[in-house]
């Protein structure tokens, strides 16, 4: 059975599981891509990478590969900076995670 396109099942959540509990609050979505057996981690940030952030998607890369049970060719981390809404974004791969955004954010900071 497979699940979106190349990406067998077993192999998607493996990857969903990977990224429990590893989200900073400047994570906004993360994509897992699977081709020719490599792995691409794409973490789309409100701001640039902080050391958090990079520390916890190595924790998710090495946490993800020492549980498989087949050998990668590679296994890629990106990171994109992007304002753009989450709907507006253009990705290649199955979504793992997408952070709730209000539609319009000038309408929750709190200013009276």
């Known amino acids: 059975m497979h699940f979106l396109g190349d990406i067998p099942e077993r192999l998607a959540l493996w990857a969903y599981n990977s990224i429990s509990g590893m ?6 979505l993360v994509t897992f891509h699977f081709r020719e057996n490599r792995v691409t981690y794409t973490y789309y940030l409100e701001g640039p990478a902080s050391d958090d952030d990079v520390e916890n998607a190595e924790i998710v890369a090495l946490n993800f590969d020492a549980g498989l049970w087949f050998k990668l060719d590679g296994l890629d981390v990106d990171y994109n900076v992007t304002q753009k809404p989450l709907g507006y974004i253009k990705t290649d791969g199955m979504h793992l995670y997408g952070r709730w955004e209000p539609a319009d954010a000038d309408t929750h900071k709190g200013s009276s």
């Open 23 to 28: 989200m900073t609050p400047n994570m906004r």
